[in-house]
């Protein structure tokens, strides 16, 4: 089992910066992928930006250049540093992890809102 907690999500106007946390309850160098998902009202829910075990980096389109994907092996904590925010990065973000012992299990938490406005 893999607990996620997020933190961090604000109201930010178009422009400003934002750092999203994930505390992960076990340690993230035996967790596959770990990484953020956002869900804006009625959209479905998209990546925004993965990390594998080895550092291997993934990044929506929409946030290339913009968002940053870190992590701190000791504090078993994954970050999401959010800069130059557009008013259409307005969503819902989840933490999310993966292992891979035999079977892969995907773990989500509990969802982190973030605003941006105009």
């Known amino acids: 089992q893999v607990q996620l907690v997020e933190s961090g999500g604000d109201l930010v106007q178009a422009g400003g910066s934002l750092r999203l946390s994930c505390a992960v309850s076990?340690?993230?160098?035996?967790?596959?992928?770990m990484g953020w998902y956002r869900q804006a009202p009625e959209n479905q829910r998209d990546m925004v930006a993965t990390?594998?075990?080895?550092?291997?980096?993934t990044y929506a389109n929409s946030v290339k250049g913009r968002f940053a994907i870190s992590r701190d092996n000791a504090k078993n904590t994954v970050f999401l540093q959010m800069n130059s925010l557009k008013p259409e990065d307005t969503a819902v973000y989840y933490c999310?992890?993966?292992?891979?012992?035999?079977?892969?299990?995907?773990?989500w938490g509990q969802g982190t809102q973030v605003t941006v406005s105009s």
């Open positions: 999310y992890a993966r292992t891979s012992l035999g079977v892969s299990l995907d773990y």
């Open positions: 990390m594998t075990r080895t550092g291997s980096t």
């Open positions: 076990r340690s993230i160098s035996s967790i596959s992928v």
